[in-house]
């Protein structure tokens, strides 16, 4: 069985949910995530990232606020592995989905 550590970050944008939740469908794709699904009524879009020395999964929720848009982004991946000591899986998949957003 593997060894499974998340990690979250939480950042506001202006607009509507409808828009952000578009756009973070499309970046989770950009960024080479695979089984992207999208839950409208929850706001909520998961995706599994399956790389050579990376395996894991994202959940983008978004919650909205006066004028902003609450992004949640938590990835939960596989520790067990040589590549892990050198650089953590959680921040690489949460750089996939923020440097495509």
């Known amino acids: 069985m593997a060894v499974r550590k998340s990690k979250e970050e939480t950042f506001s944008v202006k607009g509507n949910t409808e828009e952000w939740l578009l756009k973070a469908e499309q970046a989770l794709h950009k960024g080479g995530f695979a089984n992207v699904k999208t839950n409208k009524l929850l706001n ?30 938590k990835s939960t991946a596989n520790t067990d592995n040589i590549y892990a000591l050198f650089r953590s899986p959680n921040q690489k998949i949460l750089d996939q989905f923020k440097n495509n957003f």
Do not use: M, R, S
């Open 44 to 73: 909520q879009i998961t995706g599994d990232y399956k790389k050579l020395t990376v395996w894991g999964q994202i959940i983008v929720t978004l919650l909205p606020e006066a004028d902003n848009v609450k992004i949640n982004a």
